[in-house]
């Protein structure tokens, strides 16, 4: 079993919808969470970071942590046709090692 | 700040051939990372460079992959001899600081090396 699990979708929804991304996780180790957005043949780059349990609001993207559940997501508001991507959630404990999801496809459509 | 760059973008080699993979890290920072991305394992950690001191090489493969930090600004990785299994996307990323969330400094990716051996 993988540390982190992603489904690796693709996810297609009409532009405007509300987009769920989500990642679960077996380490209980696991204190900091991440997302990030990869456009094809770019590299990742943070979306956002969020430590331990709770909500993080940024524009119109929510991350969101359960550690009791050992789930993780993210939500899009308002979803963009540039928002189409790859979505890789991320963890780490306290050490500096990364953790990767396998990363979910969206596709947004106009 | 031009991030972090990564050469050549494409590389297509034989079976056996040597593979030399460059990473020139943001000016500034003194943590490197190499990373290989594929469909079936995503993206894995090979090695981490502190102060361009290996710190953690335990994600490299096996013998066939080494990889060096001569100074704060360059980095490669080698794969020698390749095989067809390391087919891949090969990141180079940096960060200010060993813990790159606790310093506030994310980590930045370059945009790869795709490498394909037949």
């Known amino acids: 079993q993988k540390e982190v699990e992603q489904d690796p979708g693709p996810l297609s929804v009409p532009e405007g919808a509300i987009v769920s991304l989500n990642c679960t996780y077996s380490?209980?180790?696991?204190?900091?969470f991440m997302w990030y957005r990869q456009y094809s043949r770019k590299g990742p780059e943070l979306l956002m970071y969020t430590y331990s349990s709770g909500n993080k609001e940024d524009g119109r993207f929510t991350a969101q942590v359960d550690k009791s559940s050992k789930y993780i997501s993210l939500f899009i508001r308002d979803s963009q046709p540039s928002d189409s991507a790859t979505y890789l959630c991320a963890m780490m404990d306290s050490s500096y090692k990364l953790i990767f999801g396998s990363g979910t496809r969206l596709l947004v459509r106009p | 700040d031009a991030g972090v760059i990564q050469s050549p973008r494409h590389e297509v080699t034989e079976m056996g051939q040597e593979v030399t993979l460059r990473c020139k890290p943001i000016?500034?920072?003194?943590?490197l990372f190499w990373y290989r991305q594929t469909m079936m394992r995503g993206l894995e950690l090979l090695i981490y460079f502190n102060n361009n001191v290996p710190i953690d090489d335990s994600g490299m493969p096996e013998d066939r992959f080494s990889a060096k930090m001569p100074n704060a600004s360059f980095s490669t990785l080698k794969i020698q001899p390749s095989e067809p299994r390391d087919s891949a996307v090969y990141f180079c990323?940096?960060?200010?600081?060993?813990?790159?969330?606790?310093?506030?400094?994310?980590?930045?990716f370059g945009n790869g090396t795709r490498l394909t051996v037949t």
């Open positions: 000016s500034g920072h003194n943590s």
């Open positions: 380490n209980s180790a696991f204190q900091y």
């Open positions: 990323a940096s960060s200010f600081g060993r813990q790159s969330v606790l310093t506030n400094s994310p980590l930045h």
